[in-house]
C-alpha cells in the first residue's frame, strides 16, 4: 500500500505532488474516519484557498459537518477543535516548505495531530475502494467559527498576565509573512510594554525571508532588535508552531536552547517533572532538567510522536531542537506564540535579561551530517551498523545513539522522507565532535559499500 504521511503530514508541490484531487480523496478519507464535525483551516499560501476548498468538498461528500475557521496559525486550528469538542481538524499548510510547496495536517479530536496508527487506517480507506459516499441528501454543511480570540486568550491566561506586563519588556516580533501574523502581535501586546513588527502582512510568495526561521535568515529582526532597543525578538515558521528568538544583543539562538530554558524552568516550578524530547537533542537538555529535579522521556525524531507520548503517558512539557515547544497545560502541540509567552514570563519573573539567561545554560558544540544510502539497504545498514559499534552507553530508540563517558555523543539514524543517513553529533570541543562525525561517516559509508 501507498504511503501519504511523512513525518509532518502531507506534503507536495501544489498541482504537481499535490493536487485538488488528491486532497479531495484524502479529505472524505478523513472525514470516513473521523465522521461528525471537522474544522477546517489554512495558512497564507497562494494554493491554500484552493485546497481548502477541496478539502471542504470532500468532508461534505462523506457527511462531515465543516467549521471553517479560515486562515489562522496551525496551533490556533489545534486548540479550536479541542475547546468546540470537533471530532477532527485539516489544516490546509506546507509549515516552513518554500512557496511551490502546500500540503494537509491532520488534527485528532483532542487538538494533537493524529497517531501514526490513525493515519495508517486512514490511508488504508485513500489507498483502498475510498471513502463512503453519503446519499444526495446526506451531506454536511458549513459553518464559519471564528477561532483567534479565544485562542489567544488561551495563550496568555497560562502565564502571570499581571507580572509579565509589570516588566514592560518591548518585543519585536517577525512572522516572516505567514499566519502567525495573525494572533502573534496581538499575543505580544496583550503581555509586552512596547511591540514592533516586521513582515506582518500575510504572503504567500514569502517575499522577505524564507519562511524557516534561522540564524542566517532574521538580519531584519536582528536589525530592528538593535535599533528599537528591543528586551527580545521572536520569528516564526509558516504556520507558526515553531517560534526562534534573538536576544538584547541581536543574537539568534537555536530551538534546542529556548527548549532547554524552557524546560528548565517548568521543572523547577513543577518539581520532579518529566519532560518529552526526541533522541537528537542536545545534552544541555538533560543537564538543566536533571539538575533541576526532573527528568527527560526520549522520543524517536518528529514532533508527532513527542506530541503523542505526552497524551499517552501524561507528560506535561516538550519539545524538539528545532524550536518547536510543546506546553502541555494548553496543549501538548508545538505553539509558537505558547513559547513567546513562556519566554517573556521567564524574563519577567528573573528580571533578567535574554542573553543572560541563555549564557547560564551549558555550552556544547554541536555537528550535523548526512551520508547517502539508497532506501532499500537502511534496515540492512542499520542492522549491520548496530553489530560494530561500541560505546559505554547505546540507544537505539531511534537510529543508534552512542554516548560516550566524556559526555559526547554521536546519532545516525536513517530519514524517514530522503535516501539519507542523519549524523547528529555533540560534545565539548569543536574537534571532538568533528572527529566523531569523521569516524562514524567513514564506518556507514563502508557498511553502506558492503551492502550494495
Ligand atoms: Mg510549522
Excluded at 527548549?259 to 518529566?274: D, Q, S, T, V, W
Amino acid at each position: 500500500m501507498g504511503r501519504l504521511f511523512g513525518t509532518n503530514g502531507v506534503r507536495g508541490v501544489a498541482n504537481r505532488e499535490l493536487t485538488v484531487e488528491l486532497v479531495t480523496r484524502l479529505a472524505a478519507s478523513i472525514g470516513a474516519y473521523f465522521g461528525g464535525s471537522v474544522a477546517v483551516g489554512r495558512d497564507g499560501r497562494i494554493t491554500s484557498p484552493m485546497f481548502r476548498d477541496a478539502a471542504v468538498c470532500g468532508l461534505l461528500s462523506v457527511g462531515c459537518s465543516v467549521h471553517d475557521t479560515g486562515m489562522l496559525p496551525t496551533p490556533a486550528l489545534q486548540h479550536a477543535v479541542r475547546r468546540n469538542g470537533l471530532n477532527a481538524g485539516v489544516m490546509i499548510t506546507a509549515s516552513h516548505n518554500p512557496p511551490e510547496f502546500n500540503g494537509m495536517k491532520v488534527i485528532a479530536a483532542d487538538g494533537v495531530e493524529a497517531s501514526r496508527g490513525q493515519e495508517a487506517e486512514i490511508e488504508e480507506i485513500f489507498f483502498g475502494d475510498g471513502p463512503e459516499l453519503s446519499p444526495w441528501d446526506g451531506i454536511g454543511t458549513v459553518h464559519q467559527l471564528e477561532a483567534l480570540e479565544a485562542y489567544q486568550e488561551a495563550v496568555i491566561s497560562h502565564v502571570d498576565i499581571g507580572r509579565v506586563r509589570d516588566a514592560r519588556l518591548k518585543v519585536a516580533v517577525d512572522p516572516g509573512n505567514g499566519v502567525a501574523a495573525l494572533s502573534a502581535p496581538g499575543i505580544a501586546r496583550a503581555l509586552a510594554g512596547e511591540v514592533y513588527t516586521v513582515n506582518v502582512d500575510v504572503d504567500g510568495s514569502f517575499p522577505n525571508r524564507v519562511s524557516e526561521p534561522r540564524p542566517d535568515n532574521l538580519g531584519t529582526l536582528q536589525a530592528l532588535v538593535r535599533a528599537s532597543g528591543a528586551d527580545l525578538g521572536v520569528a516564526y515558521d509558516g504556520d507558526g508552531d515553531r517560534s526562534i528568538f534573538v536576544d538584547e544583543r541581536g543574537e539568534v539562538h537555536w530551538g534546542d536552547r529556548s527548549f532547554a530554558l524552557l524546560a528548565r524552568e517548568f521543572i523547577l516550578k513543577n518539581p520532579g517533572g518529566r519532560v518529552a524530547s526526541p533522541v537528537n537533542s542536545s545534552r544541555a537538555l538533560e543537564e538543566v532538567v536533571s539538575g533541576a529535579g526532573g527528568s527527560v522521556v526520549w522520543t524517536r525524531v518528529g514532533s508527532v510522536v513527542v506530541s503523542r507520548r505526552m497524551v499517552e503517558e501524561g507528560i506535561p512539557f516538550g519539545g524538539e531542537e528545532n524550536g518547536g515547544i510543546m506546553y502541555g497545560p494548553h496543549l501538548q502541540v508545538r505553539d509558537g506564540s505558547m513559547a513567546l509567552a513562556l519566554i517573556m514570563e521567564v524574563m519577567a519573573e528573573t528580571g533578567k535579561p535574554l542573553s543572560q539567561l541563555f549564557g547560564e545554560l551549558p555550552q556544547y558544540s554541536q555537528l550535523k551530517d548526512r551520508i547517502s544510502c539508497p532506501e532499500e539497504l537502511k534496515e540492512a545498514v542499520l542492522e549491520a551498523l548496530r553489530g560494530r559499534v561500541d560505546a559505554p552507553r547505546v540507544e537505539t530508540i531511534d537510529g543508534v545513539k552512542l554516548i560516550y563517558d566524556d559526555e559526547s555523543w554521536v546519532l545516525f539514524r536513517p530519514s524517514g522522507t530522503e535516501p539519507i543517513f542523519r549524523i547528529y553529533a555533540e560534545a565539548g570541543s569543536p574537534e571532538r565532535v568533528e572527529a566523531l562525525v569523521e569516524e562514524h561517516k567513514s564506518l556507514i559509508e563502508s557498511v553502506v559499500e558492503s551492502l550494495k
